[in-house]
Nanobody, 127 residues
Framework: QVQLVESGGGLVQAGGSLRLSCAAS????????MGWFRQAPGKEREFVAA????????YYADFVKGRFTISRDNAKNTVALQMNSLKPDDTAVYYC????????????????????WGQGTQVTVSS
């Protein structure tokens, strides 16, 4: 089992920045890829970004490229999502997720491909 705890959400004005953090504990040796997803009211959970735990290779949804940056700290078992130039459309609950098995390239962008989830943190961007 892997436990994930997110932090860093909040309320920000459009154009502002937030930094989300996710701390992993438990069977952290099984981490392969860590990702961030988000879910807005009435919408499906969607992929935002992911990072290979060992490779450090990053993957982004097109709608966040150039604005969001995912990073990880292997020593601390944490992954962060730096969000800049936020827009009202970015308002959602953001979830950290872990996949234990190998992903090929830019694959594993579906929520059902991840094994463990955090509780989510609310991000609200006002116009």
């Amino acid at each position: 089992q892997v436990q994930l705890v997110e932090s860093g959400g909040g309320l920000v004005q459009a154009g502002g920045s937030l930094r989300l953090s996710c701390a992993a504990s438990g069977r952290t040796f099984s981490l392969n890829r860590m990702g961030w997803f988000r879910q807005a009211p009435g919408k499906e959970r969607e992929f935002v970004a992911a990072i290979g735990w060992n490779s450090g290779i990053t993957y982004y949804a097109d709608f966040v490229k150039g604005r969001f940056t995912i990073s990880r700290d292997n020593a601390k078992n944490t992954v962060a999502l730096q969000m800049n130039s936020l827009k009202p459309d970015d308002t959602a609950v953001y979830y950290c997720a872990v996949r234990s098995s190998y992903c090929v390239g830019a694959g594993c962008q579906n929520a059902n491909e991840y094994d463990y989830w955090g509780q989510g943190t609310q991000v609200t961007v006002s116009s």
